[in-house]
């Protein structure tokens, strides 16, 4: 049972334009969480992250959304550049400090 | 600064032979570590996490099994390849009670 589920298996966006990457998921005891980016053959890093305590947290150009009742989040990036072409991984824990799980990703393809 | 290795970057083996790959971090103390697989096409599983010397968690049943001989070093070991073994395999270290988790560059590992 897939507890963080990216339904979209790739997304694909005009350079200039927003990305709205979504995740949804079903453990409603998850307060926590994370957004990571990764190239191929390279390390997934972190890009953002959210609690449950809020609704919106922005950091530059990407802006996470959570709507607790719904249990989905959702990642905002604009303007969107080439260089955001990647796989966008949806991560989620129970509290802080313990482990998360991970959706299955969003390859992101942003076209000059 | 902290940094994590992962070695080997790439690695083709046999069915049957044995795997060890390695995983160090430095610039930290008492890290909590682990082991993740992202098979072709799918999500980042969890398959080992350690809060401390000896001290394994595993999150499914499989053929692999970890160890941490030191704070900073996590092993992945196999006795026996199986070709449902093949993927990439990301070692990932976070702090004690900490939520960001940073990943390692990956081993690409081909079972034949």
């Known amino acids: 049972d897939q507890q963080v589920k990216q339904n979209s298996p790739s997304l694909s966006v005009q350079e200039g334009r927003i990305s709205i990457l979504n995740c949804d998921y079903t453990n409603s005891m998850f307060d926590y969480f994370l957004w990571y980016k990764k190239y191929p053959a390279e390390g997934p890093t972190f890009l953002i992250s959210i609690s449950s305590i809020k609704d919106k947290n922005e950091d530059g150009r990407f802006t996470v959304f959570l709507n607790k009742s719904a249990k989905h989040l959702s990642l905002h990036i604009v303007p969107s550049q080439p260089g955001d072409s990647a796989v966008y991984f949806c991560a989620a824990s129970r509290y802080r400090g313990q482990n998360f799980v991970f959706g299955p990703g969003t390859r992101l393809s942003v076209l000059p | 600064s902290q940094t994590i290795h992962q070695w080997p970057a790439t690695l083709v083996q046999p069915v049957g032979s044995p795997l060890s790959l390695e995983c160090t971090v430095e610039g930290t103390s008492n890290p909590n570590l682990y082991w993740y697989r992202q098979a072709a096409g799918r999500g980042l599983q969890l398959l080992f996490y350690?809060?401390?010397?000896?001290?394994i968690s595993s999150e499914v049943p499989q053929n692999l099994s970890a160890s941490r001989p030191q704070d900073r070093q996590f092993i992945l070991s196999s006795k026996k390849l199986l070709l449902s073994d093949s993927g990439f395999y990301l070692c990932?270290?976070?702090?004690?009670?900490?939520?960001?988790?940073?990943f390692g560059p990956g081993t690409r590992l081909t079972v034949l």
């Open positions: 990932a270290w976070s702090p004690a009670g900490g939520n960001e988790q940073f």
């Open positions: 350690s809060v401390g010397i000896g001290q």
